[in-house]
């Protein structure tokens, strides 16, 4: 099958890698790729991932029997419905249903409505009821902004001033209470319907080691998570998956694609934090690297309504780690067009990269550059190996974390009693 892939960053270079190694994609093109994906793809092309006619018309023209669409922003615009009216299959769900991810008030709704354990929030508009918010809930404080903001939109935070400044400078906040407890990304492919949950994984938000700093879109990942508790997969399936894919359903907007479950594993059990519309990224790259089912086959199933016929998730033995290489100054604004050296290496995962028209130089071209992404053994030897590919990267004033799966491998993560 011909697959277009939409996106750009180290997501879509994952996903490339495991659509290429699917026997049945015949050629994959990328809109508009990076330089990493310009090494597997067919041909890459530029279009508007915001202009939902702009994408079918590419998708038409390039024959696709399969739209995979990366980032959020298209799902939020329409895009995988203007795809579907063209009578090609799609991965990825409507407008409608991808408001799980982009309003945080109307995710909250759904879980409600569902009966999903997640923390108690209110939606707040003006001052008043943002600080009655703050109080009833208490410190740490947690305000959201209700729309998109690409993982940055969060502040968690023990200064009430911050917190209530955050909150005007959003306008329309979730203000919510905090959710003590290690975090696990589990990503779920679904039909709308039948659902298939892939390995689970540990992101890491926070800019700095042992979690200082600003909220980032995510700085390293691994999987699979060797401290989670037994049968957590079976019991967000049970209590959040199946009930929300149910909501969806009976209000209308069915959702299919990728639901990503952000949680929390509190005292009182599994609490859902968030839901994308899409894959997480950088987990993506630690999910794909351990799975060995064919990736667009399982996609093809999901976006046409078959996946309950799709035969279980074979998954590689042993453990994948992923450590982002952040450009100077992210997650504020990064510095960009500084020349990347040692990146030409298999596992070197390109995110924000560019190539100089002049010369071919491989160059910085957005906040989170390059990852080193491995597999080992085990977690100590896929964790080596993926530091070993971020010692060979040359950028200037580039920075990563150094503690990614670090509590994990010496057992430091510890479920609250
Ligand atoms: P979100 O965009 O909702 O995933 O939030 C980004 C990050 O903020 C999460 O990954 C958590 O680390 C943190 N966070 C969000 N909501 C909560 C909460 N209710 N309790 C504790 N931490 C939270
Ligand atoms: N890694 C977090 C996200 O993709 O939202």
């Known amino acids: 099958m011909r697959v277009l892939l939409l996106g750009s960053g180290g997501r879509e270079h994952a996903l490339a890698l495991g659509l290429a190694e699917d026997a049945s994609v015949s050629e994959l093109i990328a809109a508009p790729g990076n330089p990493g994906i310009a090494r597997i793809a067919r041909q890459q092309r530029q279009v508007d991932l915001a202009d939902p006619a702009a994408v079918a018309g590419l998708a038409v023209e390039v024959a696709a029997d399969l739209v995979v669409v990366g980032p959020e922003a298209p799902l939020v615009a329409g895009v995988a419905d203007a795809v579907r009216a063209k009578g090609i299959a799609v991965f990825g769900p409507s407008a409608e249903?991808?408001?799980l991810e982009g309003s945080k008030a109307f995710a909250k709704d759904?879980?409600?409505?569902?009966?999903?354990?997640?923390?108690?929030?209110?939606?707040?508009?003006d001052a008043e009821s943002v600080g009655r918010a703050l109080d009833e809930f208490g410190a740490p404080y947690v305000v959201k902004n209700d729309g998109l903001a690409a993982g940055k939109g969060v502040v968690v935070t023990d200064d009430r001033a911050r917190a209530a400044a955050h909150a005007r400078e959003c306008g329309r906040v979730v203000i919510e209470e905090?959710?003590?407890?290690p975090e696990v990304s589990l990503f779920v492919v679904t039909d709308g319907e039948a659902a298939v949950p892939l390995l689970p994984a540990q992101d890491f938000k926070r800019v700095g080691d042992g979690d200082t700093g600003p909220n980032t879109g995510g700085m390293g990942a691994y999987a699979p998570l060797p401290w989670a508790p037994a049968g957590l997969v079976d019991e967000v399936m049970r209590d959040v998956v199946h009930p929300t894919l149910a909501e969806m359903r009976r209000r209308g907007t069915p959702f299919a694609g990728l639901l990503y479950v952000g949680l929390a594993i509190t005292a009182a059990g599994p609490r859902v934090?968030?839901?994308?519309?899409?894959?997480?990224d950088p987990e993506t790259q630690v999910v794909l690297a351990l799975l060995e089912t064919p990736l667009a086959g399982l996609l093809h199933a999901a976006a046409t309504g078959t996946l309950a016929e799709h035969p279980p998730l074979r998954w590689r033995s042993g453990a994948a780690v992923t450590v982002v290489v952040a450009a100077d100054g992210y997650p504020a604004k990064p510095r960009t067009g500084d020349v990347i050296t040692g990146a030409e290496r298999p596992g070197v995962v390109h995110a924000g990269t560019a190539r100089r028209a002049t010369d071919g130089a491989l160059l910085?071209?957005?906040?989170?550059?390059?990852?080193?992404?491995?597999?080992?053994?085990?977690?100590?030897?896929?964790?080596?190996a993926a530091y070993e590919l971020v010692r060979g990267i040359e950028l200037a004033g580039s920075h990563h974390r150094s503690d990614i799966a670090a509590a994990a491998i010496?057992?430091?993560?510890v479920l609250p009693a």
């Open 97 to 99: 249903a991808a408001r």
């Open 178 to 181: 905090y959710l003590a407890g």
């Open 110 to 125: 759904v879980m409600t409505a569902a009966g999903v354990p997640t923390a108690r929030a209110y939606t707040c508009t």
């Open 410 to 413: 010496e057992g430091r993560i």
């Open 273 to 280: 934090i968030e839901f994308n519309a899409r894959f997480g």
């Open 364 to 384: 910085s071209a957005g906040g989170r550059v390059l990852c080193g992404t491995a597999t080992g053994a085990d977690l100590a030897a896929a964790r080596d």
